[in-house]
């Protein structure tokens, strides 16, 4: 059973911004990883509504479809970074994403939710990394977008490393 997740994916020209800020703040995230740091490449950059797990992708499917069923889209910027212990992310600002993340199944998940758009990861002992690299980035937004689908994903292990795929989509109403 394949690993599953619902997700926003940003449009490609906040991806090329997003890149363009970590080329000019932080160039070794365009870099070989080193000491423990991960940069996660553009492709998989994605902010997480629910994490399932190994699950069966034609169940979990069909109860996202009705779980979804007359969500309107969303408005979605990306703005300053900030961590969690061991994790560069981007926050998420505009339409709250809270009641969408619940409807994909967030409020099953012991941790409080907090929609964000991960980077990096690095070493936990190293928390004046992660203040460095939020400071560089404390100005850094994109332009807004209405997200109006919510993808399935897959994470696929693969040799290398993990791959995301979309395994399915799921419109949602726009305005």
Known sequence: MPVLFSALL???DV?????????????????EPGDGRRWEPPERWHITL?????????KRGAWLAERLAG??????????AATFPGVLWLT????ELTP??????????????????????????EPGL???????????ASRSWQATEVALMASEREPGGTRYRVARSFELDRA
Request: glycine share 6%; proline share 6%.
């Open 15 to 31: 991806v090329e911004a997003i890149t363009a800020a970590l080329a000019e703040a932080l160039p070794e995230a365009l870099g």
């Open 130 to 140: 992660g203040a460095r690299w939020t400071e560089r980035l404390s100005s850094f």
């Open 92 to 95: 998420v600002a505009g339409t």
């Open 71 to 80: 969500r309107a889209a969303v408005d979605v910027r990306l703005e300053k």
């Open 10 to 12: 940003p449009p490609d």
């Open 50 to 58: 629910a994490y399932y797990g190994q699950d069966d992708l034609e």
């Open 100 to 125: 969408l993340a619940h409807a994909a199944g967030a409020d099953a998940e012991a941790r409080p939710y907090t929609a964000h758009l991960t980077l990096a990861r690095f070493p936990r002992e």
